[in-house]
């Protein structure tokens, strides 16, 4: 049996939703980033899959930069975790709600 | 046929780890899943040709990322469970479903491609008398994505430095005060020549 | 000869631009009034070259620059200075240079002293743009300038208050400036439907070209052309049935009066006409011209009618403004074109020194009109007394004077053509005027001194204003004497309009006749309103009860017509037109606003703080976000 690109964005799509999925239900924000790794990760596939189908190198680039994004997001967003979690000694969302006009 | 077994076994087995990690009550179960579903996501790469992706996969996400959140860990308290209120579970679970059953539909769909033309086709090495994925990527990635690259670059140090100020003790002051101690201390070096 | 064309053009726009840029706030400025009336002057000085030169040497033809210019239609601003323009200018100039030195006496005391000016000469650069321009379009940008000034300049005094109809029939200057105005708007359509189809089949709007293209049009096509370029003239020469601004016009400052509302804008309908000739000439559109020429008989003697029982010292010189333009249309409209422009000027220098007399009587009576209350003023105002006295005999056509040779052969002219209704009309309105303007004379300056019983302690004007009248009295008494002169000017360009052998066998007889009727007329004016003491003129309640004054002093019901039928209707229908729009649009509008402000209300629930809430609110985005992805992937 072949296995066609069609296989390869179905997987992705399926796991872009197991991430929004998480996205939506996690309230620890630790959880959240890990959500939103898979969803970047579900997006590499779909992008490496159509380079491949299409025989062109442009979608293993943007895979390649985005992980360079995750890794700096991920960088960056711990750091911001840490000082949260010293202020509110939590990390719960529902904690973090000076948002309210 | 070979392919057909792997993809299939990669398949399920991330979607299976993906699972877990969204629906772990513990950190550390849904770290090791995370990362495990990472290692695997590499494999799908390796069977979609792009083996330099598949390198680099392993050695970011589940060398250098997973490394981080470990490290990150520590900051909190891993081993309890994660306490959480889960307001609206049938909601998130129909906006989930939904949302996959739209993708499937879409992309089951088939992918019209006669009119595209590959502008950095695979094989470009060839023609320089190597050979491999990676020679490729290196060809595209130093010609046509130059300067994102180099942007890229700068991005990655630029989140190095923040990760480093956000996270490390004793940043919250500025490093100009300390120069008065260091003029004493310089007087204090001329007095010792003297 | 082009810098003098652009002079001439531009002088009065340079003193508008002075008084209106400069001066526009400040009080009261004499040097304005001073450099208006030079710059004025300057553009008189450099119309009489032009003349000169054009008598000599023939028109002057320049372009200054292209204007519009898109496709096909271009249209340059050019300036064609012939023979019949610079007429214009000469009299325009004139009568403006004198009116300007006239104002700065007049408006002495006004608040708005420097706007005056500014109008006024901004009013002189619409005019001179309406003569000198040599197409169409030109025309019509000069037409509506005046068109604006005339409506700026009848409002002028706009913060009076209104007043009953019954009171004062133009009830308030900035209602009689919008009457002006939207009148004039009616009949500038007929105008611009008439330029339009001019364009549309000839395609171009040059005098040259259109007139030369003109006798290979369609017999229709021609006689819509000229009658909608009548209606157009209708308005602006205030002919019947667009007469009714005219009168109420006066609620003007009495220069503008002088200027606009007798010797130049009204006259311009008579000047398209006349620039006009070789489309009304043709023998197409003769009945349009027939129609032209019985329309101005029957003006002339409804205007006169009017004036005989008017007891407004303005309205009367106001209608009689009315009657003689009456007469110029009858000149052209059979087409004695050079007449019919011979009496323009003519009339231009009378009627304006006419009013600028009537002026001066109301400055000295404190802006009372009413000349029953007027009389015996000769002893206080010598030099008004004789102006009024020497414009009223132009105007009346007794001999020697300019009026009796240019109203002579108007009426010769209709006799010549056989048009006999209009020369009885013509003669029997000769007689009226001459009784109804001596009526005016001997009622103000004659009979019982009725002002001193009210109070009024009349004064003339300033002598130098005095002294700047003397030029327009000198040609209304001698402007007729050069008719010959003229008219070897004037046929260079315009067609001659020879009498027959018979007219000039009779010419005497005629002229006799209108001669004796004026006098006539004038004698029994002088009769009934120049007696003094137990001879002083009563009022007679008896005959102004009677039907046939009721209806001459109510302008036989026209206005009152315009109202109930016209106004009235148009009112409802506009407050019910109002009712709706502010039920369906403004309800719309309303409507797109509430529906703002409601939404406001219910996304406000959403911003609960909890930022897991709005997680899941953005979620619903993607998720949507995709679905549209989704369906166009699908449908595309």
Redesign the interface.
Known sequence: MEIGIGHYLILSGILFSIGFVGVLRRKNLLMLFFATEIMLNAVNIAFAAIGNYYGDLSGQMFAFFIIAVAASEVAVGLGLLIILYKKYGSLDLDVISTMKG | MYEFVAFYIFAIATTILFLITVMSKNVLYSMTSLAAGMVLISGLFFLLGADFLGVVQLIVYVGAVMALYAFAMMFFDATKDVKEKHGNSALVFLLGGLMALVFVVMFSAPIIGENIQALYPVGLAENLGASGNSQDVGLVLFTKYLVPFEVAAVMLLVAMIAGIILAGKKMDYSLTECEASDEELKQEIKKEEV | MENLVYIALFAPFVGSLFAGLFFARSPKTHLVGVVNSTLIGIAFIAAVTLALHVAEHGAVHVTMMSWISAGDLSIPFGFLVDEVSVTMMLVVTLVSTIVHIYSTGYMDHDRAYNRFFAYLSAFVFSMMILVMSDNFAGLFIGWEGVGVCSWLLIGFWYHKEDRPFEENPSISPSWAANEAFIMNRVADLGMLVGIFLIYWNVGSLQYDVVFKALPHLADGLLVSIAIALFIGAMGKSAQFPLHTWLTDAMEGPTPVSALIHAATMVTAGVFLVIRANPLYSLDAVHEVSMFIASLGAFVAFYAASMALSARDIKRIVALSTLSQLGYMFAAAGLGAYWIALFHLAAHAFFKALLFLGAGNVMHAMDDELDIFKMGGMKKVMMGSYIYMGIASFALAGLPVMAGFYSKDAIIETAFNDGSYIIWAILVITAGMTAFYSFRQVFFTFHGEERYKALGFHPHDMYKYVLVAMAPLAVLAISFGWFMENFHEFITKNLPDYEMSHTTHHWAWLLGSLVIVLAVTGIIIAYKKYAGKGPNAWKRDEEFEQSFIYKLVENQYYVPKFYDEFIVQPYTIASKKFWEIDKAVVDGFVDLIGKMSYKSGDVSRGM??????A???WM??G??LL??A??IT??IG
């Open positions: 911003q609960t703080g909890s930022l897991s709005y997680l899941n979620g619903v993607a998720l995709i679905v992805a989704a992937a699908l």
